[in-house]
C-alpha cells in the first residue's frame, strides 16, 4: 500500500477508507514506524490507555510510542480491521511480544514474551485518526510476565 498520511477537510488522499487508513496505522506499527503512525493522527488526537489515563495531542501520543519502544517489543498479527458508520472503525488483533524494560508500575522486565488478544476503537474526522482507544486483559499479560 502507497504511503498514507492524514488529510485535512474531508481529504482522504485519492479515496483512503478509514479501514485503509487504520490498516496503514498497524502496518507503520508492524514496521517500528513512530512517525508514519503519528502522521495519521489528528494534531489533537484523544488517546485512552487500557485501564488507564486518557491523553491528549499528537506529541504526547508520540512520547507514548518513544516509552512503549524502549519497555516492549510487539507486533500485531491477525490483525482485522472493521467500519461501522462513516468514522467508526474498531480492530482486533494478537499482539506477540517481549517485555524488555521494566515500566514504571509494573513488575521487573527480564525479557519475558506474551501473546495476547487486544482490541482497538477509533473515530476518524478529516481524513485523520482523532481518537484511539485501546483495550487487552491486563491480567492476563501480568501472568504471563510472571507478576506475584
Keep these: 500500500m502507497a ?63 518513544d516509552r512503549m519502544n524502549r519497555n516492549y517489543r510487539e507486533q500485531l498479527r491477525d490483525v482485522a480491521v472493521m467500519s461501522g458508520p462513516p468514522g467508526r472503525v474498531a480492530a482486533e488483533y494478537v499482539v506477540e511480544g517481549q517485555y524488555l524494560a521494566t515500566d514504571e508500575g509494573l513488575p521487573p522486565a527480564t525479557g519475558q514474551r506474551y501473546t495476547l488478544p487486544g482490541g482497538a476503537f477509533f473515530e476518524i474526522t478529516g481524513g485523520a485518526i482523532r481518537r484511539v482507544t485501546n483495550y487487552y486483559n491486563l491480567q492476563a499479560w501480568l501472568a504471563q510476565v510472571g507478576a506475584k
Design 3 to 65: 504511503e498514507i498520511r492524514a488529510g485535512g477537510e474531508g481529504c482522504y488522499n485519492g479515496g483512503v477508507t478509514d479501514i485503509e487508513l487504520v490498516t496503514a496505522y498497524y502496518a507503520a506499527f508492524n514496521r517500528g514506524d513512530w512517525d508514519g503512525m503519528c502522521a495519521l493522527l489528528a494534531e489533537d488526537v484523544v488517546h485512552d490507555l487500557n485501564q488507564g489515563a486518557r491523553e491528549t495531542g499528537r506529541a504526547t501520543f508520540r512520547a507514548f510510542l
